[in-house]
């Protein structure tokens, strides 16, 4: 089983920025397409970004322009950089592979003055 486990979220003001990380287990990191997704307040979870094993990118488009995904196959990680933050962005942000196993417990990011 592949678990993940993600940080780097807070309180940031309107039009801040924040890089999030994903570790995920395993050997098998490199050969995954890897996705980011974020659970507003009573909403159901929405992918933002994917990155293949190749390392080519799709951005949903809310997102856009403001964030990018990127990956480090000899740390098991995969980031999350956020800037210009709206209050909209707020929630708690997931990866996971693209045919997802097991959720992990997300990070949460509140934007908010």
């Known amino acids: 089983q592949v678990q993940f486990v993600e940080s780097g979220g807070g309180l940031v003001q309107p039009g801040g920025s924040l890089r999030l990380s994903c570790e995920v287990s395993?050997?098998?990191?490199?050969?995954?397409?890897m996705t980011w997704s974020r659970q507003a307040p009573g909403k159901q979870r929405a992918l933002v970004a994917r990155i293949t094993s190749g390392g080519s990118t799709l951005y949903w488009d809310f997102v856009k322009g403001r964030f990018t995904i990127s990956r480090d196959n000899a740390k098991n990680t995969v980031y999350l950089q956020m800037n210009n933050l709206q209050p909209e962005d707020t929630g708690v942000y997931y990866c996971?592979?693209?045919?997802?196993?097991?959720w992990g417990q997300g990070t949460q990011v509140t934007v908010s003055s």
């Open positions: 395993g050997d098998m990191f490199s050969t995954y397409t």
């Open positions: 996971n592979t693209l045919s997802p196993y097991d």
